[in-house]
Every structure is written in structure tokens, then in C-alpha cells.
Antibody, heavy 120, light 107 residues
């Protein structure tokens, strides 16, 4: 069974940093692109970043470029999101998701999400 | 970045109704368009990929189509478990984007 489990969420002050983790199981983690997607309270989904199988390709939405860094450790089946210079606009549930290419790219499995709250 | 304009933002419908949700891309995205269903407090669930490819386990009352840069999700006969929020997403560019979502409510 494919599982993605996020951790590391919590309350952080504006300007602070936080590192999210996502541990994968039930599939060959090193064989897949993976993404972070976030959802602010009561709002829609926003794709944040993704990373390829060996970590050599990374893409980000403009709103987080230069502040967030996606990385992975295939030996530990883990995905990370280092978030710096956080602001209230970054308050959201952060989901990790597996990327899959069939006829096109999509997210076929998702974690349950980790809540990040940026507030003083 | 490619913008995805989804409409309507919400709709009210009855069980058994045919429901149509539209998503328009700001530029050509070929058929790199996905549809997700999300229920409150849960992660999204992939329904359709590549504009019209139904995912395994998804009921056949869901279907997707494309006409140029316009994409449609159709639910042929709305069921009680279909009341949720639906999102389109383009995966054509290196930066993927979602539509604003359509909340399907009970009339």
C-alpha cells in the first residue's frame, strides 16, 4: 500500500524557518518525482515545488522561490521542504504527493498533510 | 505561469442531476489536464488525468473532455458521495497550477 506521511508542521513566528518531512512507503521512492502542494485555510490548492528522482531537477512556484528548498534522501525514502523567511501568507496545510506520468503528469497519491501556522 | 480559470466557483445540485464543471487554460496545454475531488479535511483524490483518462476505481459517471484550451468535467448522475470540491490542474509547464475549485453542494 502506497503511503506518504508528513511531519514537522507547527507554529512559527514571521521571519522564521521550518522543515517539513514526508516519509514514503509501499513503492520505489527513488523511481518517482514528488511534489509539495499547499492549501491555505478555506482556500484552494497551490502547487509549491517538485523534484526529480535523483534530486538534480527542482521547480518552484514563484511565490516561494529563494525562500523554500525541496530536497530528498532516497536512502531514507524521504522528501523535505525547508521553508525560510516565512510570512502569514505561508500558513497552510502542506501535502506531499507522488507524481506519476501516464498519458500526462499527475499526483496519484497524497499524504494527509501537515499544518504550518505562521503567526506571532 | 499558466493560469487556470475554473467555473462555476460553486453550484447547487440534486442527486441524479447532470453536473458540468469547466476549466479554461490561459494558453495551450495540450491534454495535460487533471481533475481532483477533495472532501473536507481530506487530501485530494485524482479522478481524471490527461483530460479524459479515468483513474482506476473512479466511477464511470465521471468523465472528462477537451476542446482546445477548454476542459470539462462531467458527472452524469450526481450521487450523495459526490458532494465535494473539484479542482482542475495543468501539468504542461514546469510550474503546475490549479484552478480555483468548484464546490458542489446539495440543493
Amino acid at each position: 500500500e502506497v503511503q506518504l506521511v508528513e511531519s514537522g508542521g507547527g507554529l512559527v513566528q514571521p521571519g522564521g524557518s521550518l522543515r517539513l518531512s514526508c516519509v514514503a512507503s509501499g513503492f520505489t521512492f527513488s523511481g518517482h518525482w514528488v511534489s509539495w502542494v499547499r492549501q491555505a485555510p478555506g482556500k484552494g490548492l497551490e502547487w509549491v515545488a517538485n523534484i526529480n528522482q535523483d534530486g538534480s531537477e527542482k521547480y518552484y512556484v514563484d511565490s516561494v522561490k529563494g525562500r523554500f528548498a525541496i530536497s530528498r534522501d532516497n536512502a531514507k525514502n524521504s522528501l523535505f521542504l525547508q521553508m525560510n523567511s516565512l510570512s502569514a501568507e505561508d500558513t497552510a496545510v502542506y501535502f506531499c504527493a507522488r507524481d506519476v506520468r501516464s498519458s500526462g503528469w499527475s499526483h496519484d497519491f497524497w499524504g494527509q498533510g501537515a499544518l504550518v501556522t505562521v503567526s506571532s | 505561469d499558466i493560469q487556470m480559470t475554473q467555473s462555476p466557483s460553486s453550484l447547487s445540485a440534486s442527486v441524479g442531476d447532470r453536473v458540468t464543471i469547466t476549466c479554461r487554460a490561459s494558453q495551450s496545454i495540450s491534454s495535460y489536464l487533471n481533475w481532483y475531488q477533495q472532501k473536507p479535511g481530506k487530501a485530494p483524490n485524482l479522478l481524471i488525468s490527461a483530460a479524459s483518462s479515468l483513474q482506476s476505481g473512479v466511477p464511470s459517471r465521471f468523465s472528462g473532455s477537451r476542446s482546445g484550451t477548454d476542459f470539462t468535467l462531467t458527472i452524469s448522475s450526481l450521487q450523495p458521495e459526490d458532494f465535494a470540491t473539484y479542482y482542475c490542474q495543468q501539468s504542461y509547464s514546469t510550474v503546475w497550477t490549479f484552478g480555483q475549485g468548484t464546490k458542489v453542494e446539495i440543493k
